[in-house]
């Protein structure tokens, strides 16, 4: 009798267990990332929509139709460009047209929000450069490997670390390294 109460009491914390592990990984892969992206739907930011467990990781990784060009050599001509992330992300070129210079796409259960606006950008790193930092997934696969250094760091460590480096990137120190490569640059004109 007291070993079926026992085993009663035993399946039921574990069935228990079993349960809130699924409401768990329910809530960290569907629930929170939904409520992010409604976040930003209803700020008028939209995007892809995203797969099950991948988002749009498959998007990226598509590869686009070539074109393939009938014309002997001589014709073809190459246009050289400095858009290197049209050519290697050309899934973002796609969404940027769709959906605007600002929009949001999914690396699994992570939501990136794309920017396409330097000024935007460049006031938003002005004015809270600090609260930001890096992304908590990127210290955790990479803190181990590069410490608590300027790559890793944030907030007022990261701060710190920047104040002392900052003096030894200045253009009277950097100029030092210059005249070496100068002379050779005079003598190709």
Known sequence: MELLVLLKIMLTVVLLG???LLIYVFDILLLKPERLRSK?????????P?????GN????????????????????QV??????????FPSFEQWRKEYGPIFMFSLGNIQVLYMNQPD??????????????KPSYQHKENGPLLGQGI????????????????PEFYMDKVKVFFPFSAPKDK???
């Open 79 to 88: 246009v050289l460009t400095h858009n290197c992330s049209s050519t290697l």
């Open 50 to 54: 995203p797969s099950f467990l991948l």
């Open 187 to 189: 003598q190709k004109s």
């Open 120 to 133: 935007v950008v460049k006031e938003i790193s002005t004015y809270t450069s600090l609260d930001f930092g």
């Open 18 to 20: 079993i349960i809130s």
């Open 40 to 48: 930003l739907r209803k700020q008028g930011i939209s995007g892809p």
């Open 151 to 166: 790559l890793t760091s944030n907030g007022a460590s990261w701060a710190h670390q920047r104040k002392i480096l900052a």
């Open 57 to 76: 990781i498959r998007d990226i990784k598509r590869k686009p139709q070539s074109k393939v060009s009938t014309a002997p050599c001589e014709e073809v």
